[in-house]
């Protein structure tokens, strides 16, 4: 058996294999290759804008938290503070757009997995928030830290994914001491961009500190550059939380990045249509990120959308499907109005790591990189519209990661590559290519190699066991932790984040919420 | 249960479910909604067509039929018998490009199944030319007639196919006698673009009067558009058999459609490189076109490719993979450089109707739409890269399909759909749009309806069964099966055929050969 380290280079057993150059493809920063698809004209689009901005100016968005309606007014915008209704004049907006940052450089732990955000570039995460994990050995369950660990083990394992984010919830970690655990795993487990929650300024003031010691950074030094991100929810329809308006305010204070996505379902929390949904989370990205940047103009504000429909027979929420897709596609027009870098979802509403959720999840998928979604969550490894995220799952969708990216690295029509002399005349009618001069040249680079797509034939298949994908994946991701080694780490900086750590665990740690 | 009739539409038990208009999409006729993506620039493609000129004229072409090198040499090409081999300038196949059509009336058994092959339109087949046949219940085996019929009855079925395949190879039924079985099959319970081998004259003949019994047309009428079509595969590299010559050179005659298919496996039968195995493609497809058109000018054909990569560690083909998304865009380039309707593939190599199964063929399926392919074939139910069609499969991959029809239909952002009076202004923040005026005009209509995905929560699906995708399709095609209804026939035309089959039957049938 072989295993592949996180490059997706193969690590074979047999010396012999190490002579012949193997396939490295860059898949840590990606331009997104595909064309842009739109699904409306862009007058449409410009009416759903505008009608964004009548909404937040006319019916307005709640309020809750009221420092941010402090924010609001003297912003300019129209407070009321009976109803915590924030009604903002589109001036207001149009000023936020045009201070928000049109390219955000991310700043990991190691300068090999710094990437920009901007659209035109294309990162992936896995998928994210789940209370359950699955495996088919252990079952599904409320996830555990234990969980949390292992999936940033394969997180950090797979080069495609370039962010971390936060998989699992891990139950059994007390929430005064959850985002220590989590922070602690980020630091000393991956180099890569880590993502915190904004569950109250003391969490998020810790995770800060935290980052900061790791990564041997001045207070100066880590404003200047985003190193780490959040994940914002509106409460649609028009309604901001207070969890959520703090964290937007403490996020973009440092300099941290806000990506900010309404979660909606059209017929449910949106309207029925696609246009109409898409107009109301426009309207509710609007509001946040006005937030940010009357907080620090400037700051690194990321776009979002996660937009489905429900199945009106049941409610039951649906992905992957036909108005997911469209409803990517319009996001990704009025991000690119904006001129801002976006993020969009895919996933699945599967239970079990079928071919439903395969499914669901690649076309999902196909709808956010033709709609130029600069990040891309959930693409790996949700199940359940969200409530379980499946270790299977997430090393099946990689294989598709992984083969989207290697489309990234695009292909030649040279000479060479057309090979006249040097495959199509050597070869004689019904002959065949293996040893032609081309092929020996090329025949251990020329082809991705996948980690659990199998091309044995039937016989062979069945002699092994007729063993399906999702079993095999159970091999893959068990072959990956325990072959895990962590990236190289400054041991002074660790010892200080584990000293802080014990300190704050003495003083009670923080709550989750301000 | 419900089912559905075979436009997708659900026949619900409930009376009152009858009074709520249903969702109507027209799938018959679809146009490309996606933009075209490029693996190559232009000039590249000008190269590698300059090349595949270069090698006809050069390397030429071996030609097994002495009737077919008769033709190409009468059209100018230089022929040596001896080796058999056709030597053909380029003035020659500039002719045949140029008198090729670029679009075709395909006439089906009805109107409403008719269509037009043209750059821009779009056309999806199931998998085709299977020995073998599949499914949970019954397990692999070699296929028979039973299962033949079966599957044209599920592609009956769902309008998303608008071509028949020859799904899989009835073999029980013997060689001299099965083109009468297929053909009966097609013209009793399908009217949709029937298909029929290139296995000799005499079979093809046969087929070409059995058609036309049964569709009352003249042989002028006949003659006038394609009602039929053949699939032409070259025995890459460079060699075209008797057969398939033959067969060419029958449909050209009669103005039947060829749809020209290198099936190339880049390694192994074509050069390594996607630009050097779609060069070698490009050259058979126009040497094969040339002929038709020598044969017949203006005779219906269509620019065909098949080609993905083999695993260079066993040899064994892959499918959905990289390569074969890039080899489909670079197939399209050139087809588009010709101006011809073109047809890619789909597929894959799993074993079963797994997670493997689904995400190389969805896969492999994007490569086809994003390179604008006109026909797609084994776009449903097509394992182990060809060698057996599965029942399951065809059902999920026809979900996949029905959601991509469903974006061909694209979306409106008008007033109406951004509702900002009928839905945005009606609901408080926090509130929910089940009630809003635009959600109860639509809410029957508004969402595509899955036949084999599930949105039911953990705990219903659970309670149910915990019944896979892959199970769950088992019910789904023995439900249709069970519910089949053959189109309206003229008794006296299948009257006709019938009398037809049984004469020549007691002929003795005709050989698959000329």
Same mark, same amino acid.
Not at 112 to 135: I, K
Not at 365 to 370: R, S, V
Not at 386 to 413: H, P, R, W, Y
């Given at each position: 058996?072989?295993?592949?380290?996180?490059?997706?280079?193969?690590?074979?057993?047999?010396?012999?294999?190490?002579?012949?150059?193997?396939?490295?493809?860059?898949?840590?920063?990606?331009?997104?290759?595909?064309?842009?698809?739109?699904?409306?004209?862009?007058?449409?689009?410009?009416?759903?804008?505008?009608?964004?901005?009548?909404?937040?100016?006319?019916?307005?968005?709640?309020?809750?938290?009221?420092?941010?309606?402090?924010?609001?007014?003297?912003?300019?915008?129209?407070?009321d503070?009976?109803?915590?209704?924030?009604?903002?004049?589109?001036?207001?907006?149009?000023?936020?757009?045009?201070?928000a940052?049109?390219?955000?450089?991310?700043?990991?732990?190691?300068?090999?997995?710094?990437? @920009?955000?901007?659209?035109?570039?294309?990162?992936? %995460?896995?998928?994210?928030?789940?209370?359950?994990?699955?495996?088919?050995?252990?079952?599904?369950?409320?996830?555990?830290?234990?969980?949390?660990?292992?999936?940033?083990?394969?997180?950090?394992?797979?080069?495609?994914?370039?962010?971390?984010?936060?998989?699992?919830?891990?139950?059994?970690?007390?929430?005064?001491?959850?985002?220590?655990?989590?922070?602690?795993?980020?630091?000393?487990? @991956?180099?890569?961009?880590?993502?915190?929650?904004?569950?109250?300024?003391?969490?998020?003031?810790?995770?800060?500190?935290?980052?900061?010691?790791?990564?041997?950074?001045?207070?100066?030094?880590?404003?200047?550059?985003?190193?780490?991100?959040?994940?914002?929810?509106?409460?649609?329809?028009?309604?901001?939380?207070?969890?959520?308006?703090?964290?937007?305010?403490?996020?973009?204070?440092?300099?941290?990045?806000?990506?900010?996505?309404?979660?909606t379902?059209?017929?449910?929390?949106a309207?029925i249509?696609?246009?109409?949904?898409? @107009?109301? =989370?426009?309207?509710?990205?609007?509001?946040?990120?006005?937030?940010?940047?009357? @907080?620090?103009?400037?700051?690194?504000?990321?776009?979002?959308?996660?937009?489905?429909?429900?199945?009106?027979?049941?409610?039951?929420?649906a992905?992957?499907?036909?108005?997911?897709?469209?409803?990517?596609?319009?996001?990704?027009?009025?991000?690119?109005?904006?001129?801002?870098?976006?993020?969009?979802?895919?996933?699945?509403? =599967?239970?079990?790591?079928?071919?439903?959720?395969?499914?669901?999840? %690649?076309?999902g998928?196909?709808?956010?990189?033709?709609a130029?979604?600069?990040?891309?969550?959930?693409?790996?490894?949700?199940?359940?519209?969200?409530?379980?995220?499946?270790?299977?799952?997430?090393?099946?969708?990689?294989?598709? #990661?992984?083969?989207?990216?290697?489309?990234?690295?695009?292909?030649?029509?040279?000479?060479?590559?057309?090979?006249?002399?040097?495959?199509?005349?050597?070869?004689?009618?019904s002959?065949?290519?293996?040893?032609?001069?081309?092929?020996?040249?090329?025949?251990?680079?020329?082809?991705?190699?996948?980690h659990?797509?199998?091309?044995?034939?039937?016989?062979?298949?069945?002699?092994?066991?007729?063993?399906?994908?999702?079993?095999r994946?159970?091999?893959?991701?068990?072959?990956? #932790?325990?072959?895990?080694?962590?990236?190289?780490?400054?041991?002074?900086?660790?010892?200080?984040?584990?000293?802080?750590?014990?300190?704050?665990?003495?003083?009670?740690?923080?709550?989750?919420?301000?």
């Open positions: 058996m072989t295993t592949r380290d996180r490059g997706g280079r193969r690590r074979g057993r047999n010396p012999d294999a190490s002579l012949q150059p193997s396939r490295e493809v860059n898949y840590r920063q990606l331009r997104n290759p595909f064309p842009m698809m739109e699904v409306f004209p862009t007058d449409q689009i410009a009416d759903m804008h505008e009608t964004a901005l009548r909404t937040l100016e006319d019916l307005g968005v709640k309020v809750l938290l009221p420092e941010a309606r402090r924010i609001f007014a003297e912003g300019g915008a129209r407070v503070e009976g109803s915590e209704m924030v009604f903002i004049g589109r001036d207001i907006v149009d000023a936020a757009i045009a201070s940052p049109k390219s955000i450089a991310c700043r990991a732990g190691a300068r090999r997995r710094d990437f @920009t955000l901007e659209l035109g570039s294309l990162v992936f %995460q896995p998928g994210a928030g789940a209370p359950n994990a699955t495996d088919l050995e252990r079952g599904r369950r409320p996830a555990t830290g234990q969980d949390y660990l292992e999936f940033l083990k394969l997180t950090h394992h797979f080069d495609v994914f370039q962010m971390i984010s936060p998989q699992v919830e891990p139950q059994d970690v007390p929430t005064n001491l959850r985002h220590y655990f989590t922070t602690k795993a980020q630091m000393e487990l @991956t180099d890569k961009f880590p993502f915190f929650f904004s569950r109250g300024t003391p969490q998020v003031m810790d995770c800060f500190e935290m980052l900061s010691t790791t990564r041997g950074l001045s207070d100066e030094e880590f404003r200047a550059n985003a190193h780490c991100y959040t994940i914002i929810n509106t409460n649609s329809p028009r309604t901001l939380d207070i969890p959520m308006a703090q964290g937007l305010i403490d996020f973009a204070r440092h300099g941290q990045m806000s990506i900010i996505t309404p979660f379902l059209m017929g449910a929390m309207p249509t696609v246009a109409g949904a898409i @107009t109301l =989370s426009h309207a509710e990205v609007l509001a946040a990120l006005t937030l940010t940047q009357l @907080t620090n103009p400037g700051a690194p504000v990321c776009y979002g959308t996660f937009t489905s429909n429900v199945d009106m027979k049941s409610g039951a929420p992905f992957g499907t036909p108005s997911h897709f469209q409803a990517s596609l319009a996001a990704g027009q009025l991000a690119r109005h904006l001129g801002l870098p976006w993020r969009s979802a895919a996933g699945s509403a =599967s239970n079990i790591n079928d071919v439903q959720a395969a499914n669901e999840n %690649q076309f998928l196909w709808g956010c990189l033709m130029g979604a600069t990040v891309i969550i959930h693409s790996a490894g949700w199940l359940e519209g969200g409530l379980t995220v499946s270790f299977e799952k997430m090393i099946c969708d990689a294989e598709v #990661l992984n083969m989207v990216a290697e489309l990234c690295a695009g292909a030649q029509a040279g000479a060479a590559e057309i090979g006249f002399d040097t495959a199509l005349r050597e070869v004689e009618p002959g065949h290519f293996f040893a032609t001069s081309q092929t020996m040249e090329r025949y251990s680079t020329a082809f991705y190699e996948p659990v797509h199998d091309y044995a034939n039937f016989g062979t298949w069945a002699e092994r066991g007729s063993v399906d994908a999702n079993h994946a159970t091999g893959v991701w068990k072959d990956i #932790l325990a072959n895990f080694e962590a990236p190289p780490q400054d041991a002074n900086r660790i010892g200080a984040l584990q000293d802080f750590i014990a300190r704050r665990t003495e003083e009670g740690g923080a709550p989750p919420e301000s």
